[in-house]
């Protein structure tokens, strides 16, 4: 299967550590089924461990704005599951998919039993973090087009695979998937795209996007 996903653990250390603790249970979910909803309480975390996952906000007026869409060794929903407040975000899953739920509860005991657990955790928020931090500085950015390359980049630097001194990403990632994450309209991204294809920093052949200079497209998505 070709990655699709905008974020996934190629070590998947997280899901590693809990797969096999007692307290973890594993739960499938069928194309379009809900883990759980912006504004619930609830105080589980899970893992992909299959599959993805769209995580998403939803505005008071109903526009919808794509946080993510996780693939196998994601961590999601730590943050409400750990400080008991009500979730920012939603989880449905995007295909069928496997996850493993764990209650945020069981963490002390768990990480008894596995030394090697909150040093995972702790790497993966980080890294979160950063990823965040990321895309709200692209988010201030007044050219659309920027966002989308630096959407771009980040997947080519993260997934991306070296095939014939280019940069290949494989994905499935549709220009209205593409627009939710940005923040911008599909013809926005139709035309970004046909721009950044024209300046020959990028060609798109049938699912795959194929980076043909990594320099330009990094210094399109930092202005």
Known sequence: MKNAETWRLLEGKVGKALEKDPAATRIRFRKGEQVYEQGE???YLYVVLSGRFRVSMARADGFEFLLEIMGPGALMGEGPALDGEPRFAAAVAAEDSELLRFAAGDLPAA?????????????????KQRNLANRLLALTMASPKSRIAEMLFRLSGDYGVQQGGHIVIETRLSHEQIAALVGVTRVTVTRAMQDLTAAGILKVEGSSIKILDAQKLHEFSIF
């Open 111 to 127: 990480i008894e039993r596995n030394s090697e657990l909150a040093p995972a955790l702790l790497s993966v928020m980080a890294a």
């Open 41 to 43: 309480r609830s105080r």
